[in-house]
């Protein structure tokens, strides 16, 4: 038998290294590693810590190494140092607090806790701090905490982060180590000082009661961090002219604990963070760190405005520094804040829009996220041309959430329905693939609801869908106004534009080609079909569209099919429905209101007054014979129609006949408009649908709308979509009244705001209803 | 209708804390690995598999070293923070919690680079290679649990100079030997 000497670490590493390819360095590691199994089964002492160092050097390359974990154990077990230092590294590289066999370590631990050398106890502390497990910790939480009290500064701040540790591993421990948080904050020790207050972070963090006893100490930490900005030069802890920015850094993100939610103590706080916020240097990465952190603590305790003010400057500064790291979490810093310090924010805009530029992708983001948290009604105009033109040329990971944050604010603020109309159309043209299928129900409510823009925008999305069939909500949204507003294509009657010259038959064409074309979605299709068969009441080429269906009553597609069916259906045997079927959608009611709806029912009084909010009786009237008979026959395709036309999400008034709009009031600037459907299930009730809208130069605030009926009929009154008629026309006030009726509808309106300083009031009749609106 | 006072209305400030979040790892683990994405050094700081481990490092390095030179130090991946550094051949990455502070950690790096630079003289990937284990008591030397346990260079490279003596001299049980050694060490 040959004794080998187990070859030397770096000698190894050497070897190794000198491997060609990952074939052979794998047959040396495997040489290697039987070399040291032999070895460790032979029980050799002397080699132990050789060959575990070199298992653990193999364990970092990827190969397995758990047959060293007992080794390791020898090891911490061992009298010499040397083999504790790698017996502590191989158990925490090595084990696990999964594996059972970790536990036999504890006891080692705990002598070495004792040890006489502080450099084996410092080993036992920081492998306990590392990686102890909520065993190990239960059974060794007693000897942390007496060194936590000791006065070697070296074993005193290794024991402090072991107690942070075991309070994580072991929340009901916490409470022991509080006793010896007593004098933790009077020490000089800078480690100690850096340890403590992470310990009383966590135990702040972790607990109300802990948090309310230590705020005591906000006086104390205020003048240690005092001391830290005034003090002279100090070399052991300076960094760039900044003493120890580390223990600044921790004070203060325990003093934004500590403040947060509690006016004493923040006010307390509040010279100092207005010193390091003007006094830190900026120039280098460590200034900037500090100024963070006091920027995050600024803003979550309850600071006076004027200190809000400079941290938000702060965060504007950081946003023009070259180095973009710090341009990175002043985007972050402002996103967080952005609802809060609203106006502050605002003033950094234009440097928010120019990170839109920035070449890289997480600052991209953060200036897109914080652009669309900025867009108000002021600057919508300006601050679209940014985003649309970011969206334009932006990476397609950013095209989906920008698309629907464009649109978003649109609805929001658009200045003028063309302008909605237009921002939509360029959105769907340059990022039509990207946007999301949910905007596709959206858009189209929106542009049923811009009664004013069908034609222009019927033309604009035809014109589109020549240039490019490819992107599918584009396809479908264009699709389906064509077969709502196709009668207003072909007559030529766009306004906003050069009215295109386009025939029956070339519409048509367009929309079969969407149903043959490869790059038609299955839904696509479906909304094509649809659109077609809408045709048929607004076009004269009936013939024609009953040709394209049948055809597709045998389509292999079972959506196309079932679809075409039904339509034949309608065709052959219930003709005399398609009319009112097909007809032009009304209004939608958006259904999702926002907040607590104010009832206000008056029950024939000539003023109307505040009465208890009910809910309006039910109405015995039976629906029409016709609609019953077919209703059920007819239901399912209607009901199928109606998901292919919308969302079924929204409320459909589907068997509603098309009333048209009328003039209420106008008088002064104001302008009042009706706009009627009938509900649903319920067809005796009339819901009429105000938009007030304003031309003069002045705003109209406290806009209050009120209505009295006479007292046969029965009144409620929804909240309005906002109490301000803006001026110029930018924008309308809307409200829903539900009536219930069965004769000639009359009322009266009492229209009060405010306007140009003085109050206005005004009284009117309505005596102009449709005649739909009440038969 | 936003208001141009701050103190009283906003939402997030002025709340107490959460105490119901569970307080996890400041820093979860570090990772030093090559341009080639070869590992030289992984320190965990929360208990994980081996393979979990594998895992992770092997996703994060690809994703680090797709990184443009201009791009930021930061950025999040799963629902963490990664701050990184290259030092000449080697990243140093470090991942942090939502909360923590990216900066200051970039100071962390910085630091533990100035004590490797210290204690091997001029620093470079080869000393880290060849001494891995010296690398990973330095690290444990400056941080514990993921957080700095000592803010001055100074004290960290004397205490590892002081381990580096004591694992020279032979350890005896002998009392004397015992005695002279305690001497020495605290005449340092």
Redesign the interface.
Known sequence: WVCHTPIR??EL??TI?TARTQAEEREMIQKECAAIRSSFREEDNTYRCRNV?KL??MH???YPAHFGQLECLKLIAS????DK??GY?GAM?LL???QDVHLLMTNCIKNDLNH??Q?VQ?LA??TL???G?SEMCRDLAGEVEKLLKTSNS?LR??AA??A??VI?KVPELMEMFLPATKNLLSEKN??VL??SV?LLT?M?????DM?AHFRKLVPQLVRILKNLIMSGYSP??D?SGIS????Q?RIL?LLR?LG??DDDSSEAMNDILAQVATNTETSK??G???L??TV?TI???????GL?VLAINILGRFLLNND??????ALTSLL?TV??????VQRHRSTIVDCLKD?????KRRAMELSFALVNGNNIRGMMKELLYFLDSCDPEFKADCASGVFLAAEKYAPSKRWHIDTIMRVLTTAGSYVRDDSVPNLIQLITNSVEMHAYTVQRLYKALLDDISQQPLVQVASWCIGEYGDLLISGQCEEEEPIQVTEDEVLDVLEGLLVSNLSSPVTRGYSLTAIMKLSTRFSSVNRIKKVVSIYGSSIDVELQQRAVEYNALFKKYDHMRPALLERMPIMEKTASNGPTEIVQTNGEAEPSVVEPKHPPPVGQPASQVKNTVFGLVSRCLSLMAFYLFDLSKTVNFLSIGIPPMTAYNKNGLKIDFTFERANPNPNVAVITIHASNSTEADMTDFVFQAAVPKTFQLQLLSPSSNVVPALNQGTVTQVIRVLNQQKLRMRIKLTYIHKGSAVQDLAEVNNFPPQSWQ | VQQSHCVASASAANQEPDFSRPSTRSMQFMLLFSRQGKLRLQKWYVPLSDKEKKKITRELVQTVLARKPKMCSFLEWRDLKIVYKRYASLYFCCAIEDQDNELITLEIIHRYVELLDKYFGSVCELDIIFNFEKAYFILDEFLLGGEAQETSKKNVLKAIEQADLLQEVRWQTDSFFHLVFQLILRSN
């Open positions: 670490l770096r590493i050497r290294r160092a653990l050097y970092m390359l990827g009298q010499k140092f040397t230092r790698i590294l590289l696990d607090e999964r006489s050398t450099y410092g502390l920081c701090g590392c990686m497990s070296y701040k290794k982060l072991c942070v540790h994580r800078h480690g850096h340890t992470v966590e702040c963090e972790r607990s109300p948090l052991e802890h960094v120890d920015p580390f223990l850094v993100r604990i947060k939610g990465n460590v900037n760190a500090i963070y952190e995050l803003m979550d305790i309850k600071s006076e405005s809000r973009k790291n710090i341009r990175y979490v967080k609802q809060t310090d609203h106006n502050a070449l890289d992708v997480s600052i």
